[in-house]
């Protein structure tokens, strides 16, 4: 079972259109991470929300995290080509002692011209 | 700045046949990760690090082996090849002084074909 759905899978608009992903658990955290992922390179980190409630915004991207910190949802505004990826979401702390580091399934958006 | 590389970049392998993935990271860091990704099932943890010479099982450890002699580098081994491990690999690495907020960094990924 995964510990953090994402939604929707796949997603596929126009440039110029907005878009919202989410990322949902019935978990809390107290942080949570958004990635990145372009075709053929590794994902790299958006930003971490740590507080309930919390409201990021880089550039064009907005991210939101629960009130209950179970949940957040990234909004991308006047969608662009380059914003074309894999959006995964990861809880911001390990969730064992080890240090064991899991990504939700992640949603695939792909913006046209 | 080198950060997390990974080799080879792409291999074909048989049925059968044996490999082992490199990963070495130049920052420091005490966790590294190495992660299998299919189309559509997005990220799945295969093995984890949290130091030279300790290593721990993710969600889908079976017909893999791992090993960090040093902080440096994780290395990911097959040891007999199937068909169903044709993927493209991650590693990543991350600090362990900063928990809550530390953040991943990935290598560019191997891509493995199992004929």
Known sequence: TQLLEQSPQFLSIQEGENLTVYCNSSSVFSSLQWYRQEPGEGPVLLVTVVTGGEVKKLKRLTFQFGDARKDSSLHITAAQTGDTGLYLCAPGVATDSWGKFQFGAGTQVVVTP | ?115
């Open chain 2, 1 to 115: 700045n080198a950060g997390v590389t990974q080799t080879p970049k792409f291999r074909v392998l048989k049925t059968g046949q044996s490999m082992t993935l490199l990963c070495a990271q130049d920052m420091n860091h005490e966790y590294m990760y190495w992660y299998r990704q299919d189309p559509g099932m997005g990220l799945r943890l295969i093995h984890y690090s949290v130091g030279e010479g300790t290593t721990a099982k993710g969600e889908v450890p079976d017909g893999y082996n791992v090993s960090r002699l040093k902080k440096q580098n994780f290395l990911l081994g097959l040891e007999s090849a199937a068909p169903s491990q044709t993927s493209v690999y991650f590693c990543a690495s991350r600090t362990g002084t900063a928990p809550f907020t530390g953040e991943l960094f990935f290598g560019e990924g191997s891509r493995l074909t199992v004929l």
